[in-house]
């Protein structure tokens, strides 16, 4: 049944419909034509504000107890934060 389902979304839509009903691989588009497709851009959309949201949590979370911390504590965690965000990008 999935697979009929993800074979239906690259067909419509030109995306990976193993990646969307399984998390396998990538959302990569077929075609460049496709690539200005209504759903790829509400994809898009959806990764940047999810990343964005992550980034917002982690700031405010460490901005709650900056000056407790000593420096390079504060040093180590923006290196992980940054880690992180930059591995949720790809």
């Known amino acids: 049944m999935l697979d ?5 979304i690259e067909k419509t839509h030109g995306i990976s ?5 399984s998390g396998k ?4 588009v ?7 497709s209504g759903t790829v851009k509400k ?6 504000l999810w990343n964005k ?3 917002d949590k ?4 460490m901005i709650s107890f900056y000056d407790e911390i000593p420096q390079e504590t504060r040093n180590l965690i923006y290196q ?6 930059k591995n949720n990008r790809y």
């Open 4 to 8: 009929k389902l993800a074979a239906d």
């Open 17 to 21: 419909g193993l990646w969307l009903t």
């Open 25 to 28: 691989g990538s959302a990569e």
């Open 30 to 36: 077929n075609s460049s034509m496709n690539e200005n």
């Open 43 to 48: 994809m898009k959309k959806r990764d940047y």
């Open 53 to 55: 949201i992550s980034n």
């Open 58 to 61: 982690a700031e405010d979370t």
């Open 80 to 85: 992980m934060i940054l880690a992180v965000a």
